[in-house]
C-alpha cells in the first residue's frame, strides 16, 4: 500500500515549525537514541534533518528513509514495506511519523520496525491524555519535587482526519493500551512509555527486540 506525502518540505522550514516545545522533543528524542549506546540506526520519518544530523554530529552512523523524495532520506520507501535486510539496524527509530499513516496500517509498520531492528525499536507519537504535573522548585534550579501523572480519560474526544494526523493516542479509539498491544504483537517488548514532561503532547514508546 502506497501513502503519497502529505506535507511540503517547507512546512519544517522555520521557527513556526520549530518551536520550543519541538526543540524539546528533539532532545528527548536524541537521549532516546543515546541512551541504547547506538552502533548503526535506522531514521524513518526525517522531518526537517535535525535529528540524524545531530546524532551524527556525535558520531553516530544514522540511515535515514522517508517516503517523500523531496526530503533527501538516504533510502526513499515505505515504513510499511522497509527495503532492509532483517536485523539490520541495532537501533531503529520513528519519531512523529506513524500517525501520518491510516491505524489500519500500525500493526504491519510494527512488525517492519520489529523485523529490521537487531535490539531497540524507539516511537514516539502525538498524546492528548489528560495529566497532571506537580513541580516545585526553590531558585538557581534546585529541584525539591517534580512529579508527573497521566490522568483517567473517561470521555476521550474522537479524531477526524486533520490533512496531517489520521489518529492520535488518547483519542477515542485509540487508548495507550491498544497502542501498546499492538506494538507488543508485534514481537516487541515495551520497556517504557514515557511522555516529555514540557511537552506532553509528544509520547515515547522504547521498546526492545527479545533475543
Not at 26 to 55: A, C, D, T
Not at 105 to 111: E, V
Request: hydrophobic share 40%; glycine share 6%.
Amino acid at each position: 500500500m502506497a501513502f503519497e506525502p502529505q506535507v511540503p518540505p517547507a512546512h519544517y522550514q522555520g521557527l513556526g515549525y520549530d518551536n520550543k516545545e519541538r526543540f524539546i522533543s528533539y532532545w528527548m528524542q536524541v537521549n532516546e537514541v543515546m541512551r541504547v549506546s547506538p552502533k548503526r540506526v535506522l531514521e524513518i520519518g526525517i522531518g526537517n534533518g535535525f535529528v540524524h544530523r545531530y546524532l551524527r554530529g556525535l558520531g553516530v552512523d544514522v540511515h535515514t528513509l522517508d517516503a517523500d523524495p523531496r526530503l533527501e532520506p538516504d533510502t526513499v520507501g515505505l515504513v510499511t514495506e522497509l527495503p532492509f535486510s532483517d536485523a539490520e539496524f541495532d537501533v531503529v527509530c520513528c519519531f512523529e511519523t506513524l500517525e501520518h499513516l491510516p491505524f489500519e496500517s500500525f500493526s504491519r509498520a510494527a512488525r517492519e520496525l520489529r523485523r529490521v531492528a537487531a535490539r531497540w525499536v524507539l516511537i514516539s507519537l502525538p498524546d492528548v491524555t489528560p495529566y497532571f504535573r506537580i513541580r516545585f522548585e526553590l531558585g538557581f534550579h534546585k529541584k525539591w519535587l517534580d512529579k508527573f501523572f497521566d490522568l483517567p480519560n473517561g470521555r476521550p474526544r474522537s479524531h477526524s482526519f486533520d490533512g496531517e494526523h489520521y489518529w492520535e493516542v488518547g483519542k477515542r479509539g485509540y487508548p495507550l493500551s491498544r497502542i501498546v498491544s499492538e506494538l507488543e504483537t508485534s514481537g516487541l517488548v515495551v520497556e517504557a512509555t514515557p511522555r516529555v514532561e514540557e511537552d506532553a503532547w509528544h509520547r515515547f514508546f522504547r521498546c526492545r527486540v527479545p533475543r
